[in-house]
């Protein structure tokens, strides 16, 4: 078993920046992808962003040119710079990782427990 661990939330004014971290407990050699979700109170959980051992990333629409995503070589670990921060932006923020072509159907392996991201206004 596959233990996702964040780290790195916490409270921001607007216009602020964030850096998410996300450790796996052990190198499994079959998850290729790594992401990131959120769910705000009352809103559905929806797909922050994700990337790939190849290295190809996919963001969500209010995010795209604000966060960027990436990966340590072995896809042990996964960060998320979040720069320009809104007040929008508060949510919980859950870490992913799965193979593909399950990712692509929103199927993941693993759950991290969240972080909170609270951005002030």
């Known amino acids: 078993q596959v233990q996702l661990v964040e780290s790195g939330g916490g409270l921001v004014q607007a216009g602020g920046s964030l850096r998410l971290s996300c450790a796996a407990s052990?190198?499994?050699?079959?998850?290729?992808?790594m992401g990131w979700y959120r769910q705000a109170p009352g809103k559905q959980r929806e797909l922050v962003a994700r990337?790939?051992?190849?290295?190809?990333?996919v963001y969500a629409d209010s995010v795209k040119g604000r966060f960027t995503i990436s990966t340590d070589n072995a896809m042990n670990t996964v960060f998320l710079q979040m720069n320009s921060l809104k007040p929008e932006d508060t949510a919980v923020y859950y870490c992913?990782?799965?193979?593909?072509?399950?990712?692509?159907?929103?199927?993941?392996?693993?759950w991290g427990r969240g972080t909170q991201v609270t951005v002030s206004s």
């Open positions: 992913v990782a799965g193979r593909v072509p399950m990712i692509l159907r929103g199927q993941y392996d693993y």
């Open positions: 052990r190198r499994t050699f079959s998850i290729n992808a």
């Open positions: 990337i790939t051992s190849g290295g190809s990333t």
